[in-house]
């Protein structure tokens, strides 16, 4: 079974652009799950989201926001991009939503904001 | 305020030696615990997950302890290998009102073996 995937692995933006990054999940998982990972401040969470819908959120600025489409894979939006959002963005996904379910995380996708 | 601290942030071991790792949480009420291996540049994978009534947990040279009563985690490996070089992430989740609850990260121990 393919495990979760993420697109584009690298990616280099400038400080006011926005950036898209899209996270497939393994075969039949309906959760997707989105962190920010610094060395600062390790591992945070974004937001959650099952069958199309937001299900949790973390603590970020409007200018984080995401979707899932119907076969479950998710995007992840930046708008306005500032020198902190340098980060590696990890996607995880499981079976269901919630924090009881195990969660299978995929490589990332660094992003560096210059 | 629901939080995770690990312990040491960092860590040198000769291959072959054993180290335990902590993590210490006030997370609660408490759902379960996980730990995670992180390789530089990739994504964490999961090594073992205990719930309340578990105290034990071992996979392969890894094997977690957890203390409910204390709210006190350990992770400890066996005859380390070059390969456990890696940041060791404690997560602890914790169920929340109305909500499906969410996930406390700890910073992580980096371990490095030597040869």
């Known amino acids: 079974k393919a495990g979760v995937t993420q697109t584009p692995r690298y990616l280099i933006k400038t400080r006011g652009q926005q950036v898209t990054l899209s996270c497939s999940p393994i075969s039949g998982h309906r959760s997707v799950s989105w962190y920010q990972q610094t060395p600062g401040q390790g591992l945070q969470f974004l937001f959650e989201?099952?069958?199309?819908?937001?299900?949790n959120k973390g603590n970020f600025p409007g200018r984080f926001s995401g979707r899932q489409f119907s076969n479950s894979r998710s995007e992840m939006n930046v708008s306005t991009l500032e020198l902190g959002d340098s980060a590696l963005y990890l996607c995880?996904?499981?079976?269901?939503?919630?924090?009881?379910?195990?969660?299978?995380f995929g490589p990332g996708t660094r992003l560096t904001v210059l | 305020k629901n939080q995770v601290e690990q312990s040491p942030q960092s860590l040198i071991i000769l291959e072959g030696k054993n180290c335990t790792l902590q993590c210490n949480y006030t997370v609660s009420p408490f759902s379960n615990l996980r730990w995670y291996k992180q390789d530089t540049g990739r994504g964490p994978v999961s090594l073992t997950i205990m719930t309340f009534s578990e105290n034990t947990k071992s996979n392969g040279r890894y094997t977690a302890t957890l203390d409910a009563d204390t709210k006190q985690s350990s992770l400890h490996i066996t005859a380390s290998q070059l390969s456990d070089s890696a940041s060791y992430i404690c997560v602890v989740s914790a169920f929340e009102g109305s909500t499906l609850g969410r996930l406390y990260f700890g910073r992580g121990t980096q371990l490095t073996v030597w040869p």
């Open positions: 989201y099952f069958s199309e819908t937001q299900r």
């Open positions: 995880a996904s499981s079976l269901y939503a919630g924090p009881r379910n195990e969660q299978f």
